[in-house]
């Protein structure tokens, strides 16, 4: 398996632009998690996903971050409109029943808003 | 609140001392621990994962381990290199079903 893929692994964008970020689980895990990582607050979990329903979104800082699955090999993470502090790599996280094997996390996406 | 605490922040140490990365974490009904370590610019790597039921885990140099009445689990690593330089993230599944991570020791082993 390729692990957990994300795209793209960069993204600029300007204030106000909506950024979405990508990620495929691995295949055969049930379960789907986005993270964020900064400088100041380390890596918070914003949303996880179980058999593509969303179960927990009550890291998701504001209403201008929603997230997706519309099946079980693809998932979005969607910022409308950006802002600069939401600048930080954002990481997609996946894992198999009730985490017996642990997480496998994919590369992040390093989103820089100006 | 359920929270995980490493301990050194950073740590910096000449090459081949034997090294102990610190973890405390608040709540004991944890499902499992997971050590990872992560690269300047990169993404986790998953290093070792220790179930509740275990009091450690070893894979070459590494070896971790859990107490999970004091609440606490040590990363080892023994004779240390250049390229472990890294930061090591402690990772704790609570049984609410979230992988909680502590801030992480950023580690500079010189030669």
């Known amino acids: 398996d390729a692990g957990v893929i994300q795209s793209p692994r960069h993204e600029v964008t300007e204030m106000g632009q909506e950024v979405t970020l990508r990620c495929k689980p691995i295949?055969?895990?049930?379960?789907l998690f986005w993270y964020r990582q900064t400088m100041m607050r380390g890596l918070e979990l914003l949303i996880y996903f179980n058999n593509n329903v969303p179960i927990d979104d009550s890291g998701m800082p504001e209403d201008r971050f929603s997230a997706k699955m519309p099946n079980a090999s693809f998932s979005t993470l969607k910022i409308q409109p950006s802002e600069p502090r939401d600048s930080a790599v954002y990481f997609c996280?996946?894992?198999?029943?009730?985490?017996?094997?642990?997480?496998?996390f994919g590369s992040g996406t390093r989103l820089t808003v100006v | 609140k359920q929270e995980v605490t490493q301990i050194p922040a950073a740590l910096s140490v000449p090459e081949g001392e034997n090294l102990v990365l610190n973890c405390s974490f608040t709540d004991s009904a944890i499902y499992n621990l997971q050590w990872f370590r992560q690269d300047p610019g990169k993404g986790l790597t998953s290093l070792l994962l220790i179930q509740s039921s275990q009091r450690e885990q070893t894979s070459g140099r590494l070896n971790a381990s859990l107490d999970k009445s004091s609440g606490r689990s040590t990363l080892y690593i023994a004779a240390s290199q250049p390229g472990d330089s890294a930061t090591y993230l402690c990772?704790?599944?609570?049984?609410?079903?979230?992988?909680?991570f502590g801030t992480g020791t950023r580690l500079q082993v010189f030669p």
């Open positions: 295949s055969g895990h049930d379960y």
């Open positions: 996280a996946s894992r198999t029943g009730t985490g017996l094997y642990g997480y496998t």
């Open positions: 990772a704790v599944l609570f049984n609410t079903d979230k992988l909680i």
